[in-house]
């Protein structure tokens, strides 16, 4: 919810995830401060032209090239005039804290240690591989509210996203311009005081849609054709 993400491979033995048993607690993903949550998660394949989309409560979003080497040179990095919460929001924006940056390592019994600065990081190197149980690095700055969603993404995808009032809003990807990571974003939903973006998820492609109609109706079709068993009486 503050805004952090994290990137480890599943199968390398140093930085990825072991194999575990059915029973067992699991391993440690993410550190987390104190106050945080995860609030997704993808699994991300070796295709280009992928991107993270994140979205806050609020209703800002923005979308960052997963890879910078598929970004291009130059990309907008703030919002354009007049993006910035007004009002109310504004002071509401003001409010919501950034994470707290001390961790503690709790049952485990290790002391308190200060997150290390991320300095020179301006989110131009895009969501390099780390090792698991880290704290990850900066995708948004929660200015405008915690962030409660993100979603691996291409460009022609689409985004489905419902608030706590029941209000919904269906986008093209492509309507979100790709930034950097470490920005706030541009206002994705304009929302009614006291409302909250509930939670998002991604729209099939058209074609794939098709696809499953076409098969389904296929399916049926043949289900049709199987003549019934008749019943059998004593």
Same mark, same amino acid.
Do not use: C, H
């Given at each position: 919810?503050?805004?952090?993400?994290?990137?480890?491979?599943?199968?390398?033995?140093?930085?990825?995830? /072991?194999?575990?048993?059915?029973?067992?607690?699991?391993? /440690?993903?993410?550190?987390?401060?104190?106050?945080?949550?995860?609030?997704?998660?993808? =699994?991300?394949?070796?295709?280009?032209?992928?991107?993270?989309?994140?979205?806050?409560?609020?209703?800002?979003?923005?979308?960052?090239?997963?890879?910078?080497?598929?970004?291009?040179?130059?990309?907008?990095?703030?919002?354009?005039?007049?993006?910035?919460?007004?009002?109310?929001?504004?002071?509401?924006?003001?409010? =919501?804290?950034?994470?707290?940056? =001390?961790?503690?390592?709790?049952?485990?019994?290790?002391?308190?240690?200060?997150?290390?600065?991320?300095?020179?990081? #301006?989110?131009?190197?895009?969501?390099?591989?780390?090792?698991?149980?880290?704290?990850?690095?900066? #995708?948004?700055?929660?200015?405008?509210?915690?962030?409660?969603?993100?979603?691996?993404?291409?460009?022609? #995808?689409?985004?489905? =996203?419902?608030? #706590?009032?029941?209000?919904?809003?269906?986008?093209?990807?492509?309507?979100?311009?790709?930034?950097?990571?470490?920005?706030?974003?541009?206002?994705?939903?304009?929302?009614?005081?006291?409302? /909250?973006?509930?939670?998002?998820?991604?729209?099939?492609?058209?074609?794939?849609?098709?696809?499953?109609?076409?098969?389904?109706?296929?399916?049926?079709?043949?289900?049709?054709?199987?003549?019934?068993?008749?019943?059998?009486?004593?």
């Amino acid at each position: 919810r503050s805004g952090r993400a994290i990137r480890f491979p599943l199968n390398d033995p140093g930085k990825g995830l /072991r194999l575990l048993g059915r029973m067992s607690r699991g391993v /440690r993903a993410v550190r987390l401060n104190p106050g945080d949550e995860v609030v997704g998660f993808s =699994v991300v394949d070796e295709s280009a032209n992928k991107f993270v989309f994140t979205i806050t409560e609020r209703g800002f979003a923005k979308r960052t090239w997963l890879d910078a080497s598929s970004a291009p040179e130059v990309l907008d990095e703030e919002p354009e005039a007049g993006e910035e919460a007004e009002g109310d929001d504004a002071a509401e924006a003001a409010e =919501v804290p950034e994470a707290n940056e =001390v961790v503690e390592e709790g049952a485990e019994g290790a002391e308190a240690s200060a997150e290390p600065a991320e300095e020179g990081d #301006d989110g131009s190197k895009g969501y390099r591989i780390q090792s698991r149980g880290g704290k990850g690095i900066r #995708d948004m700055k929660t200015k405008n509210g915690a962030v409660v969603g993100t979603l691996i993404v291409t460009e022609s #995808d689409q985004v489905f =996203v419902i608030t #706590d009032t029941g209000r919904v809003i269906r986008s093209r990807i492509a309507d979100v311009r790709a930034t950097r990571r470490n920005t706030q974003g541009v206002r994705f939903m304009r929302l009614e005081e006291g409302e /909250r973006i509930q939670a998002i998820a991604r729209v099939q492609d058209t074609d794939e849609v098709a696809g499953e109609a076409i098969s389904a109706e296929g399916a049926e079709a043949e289900a049709a054709e199987v003549p019934s068993t008749p019943e059998s009486t004593e």
